[in-house]
């Protein structure tokens, strides 16, 4: 059974950063895609960031690039998101999802697993 475990959220100021960590474990294929995904209070689920394990390919959503990085740890089969420069408007849950086809792009689509999700609350 395919487990996605997310940790590393919680409360931090503006300017502020937080990392994020995603351990994966019950999937064996090598060929994989990681997520993450948040949702605000009131608003729709959006990707905000995906890595391939193929190729290591990465996607920035518009309002995370410059801020967010997405990284892997294959030692671990762990993946995490560092986010810097947090914002009010970056406050929500955080999820990690796991897409089996590899393709990881478009986020609307393809992500079979999830975690539970984390919290994340930017405020001073």
């Known amino acids: 059974q395919v487990h996605l475990v997310e940790s590393g959220g919680g409360l931090v100021q503006p300017g502020g950063s937080l990392r994020l960590s995603c351990e994966i474990s019950?999937?064996?294929?090598?060929?994989?895609?990681i997520g993450w995904f948040r949702q605000a209070t009131g608003k729709e689920r959006e990707g905000i960031s995906c890595?391939?394990?193929?190729?290591?390919?990465?996607y920035y959503h518009d309002s995370v690039k410059g801020r967010f990085t997405i990284s892997r740890d294959s030692a671990k089969n762990a993946f995490h998101l560092q986010m810097n420069s947090l914002e009010p408007e970056d406050t929500a849950i955080y999820y990690c999802?796991?897409?089996?086809?590899?393709?990881?792009?478009?986020?609307?689509?393809?992500?079979?697993?999830w975690g539970q999700g984390t919290q994340v609350t930017v405020s001073s």
């Open positions: 019950g999937f064996t294929a090598n060929v994989y895609a």
């Open positions: 999802a796991l897409d089996p086809t590899g393709w990881g792009y478009p986020m609307n689509t393809g992500y079979d697993y």
């Open positions: 890595i391939t394990t193929s190729t290591n390919t990465t």
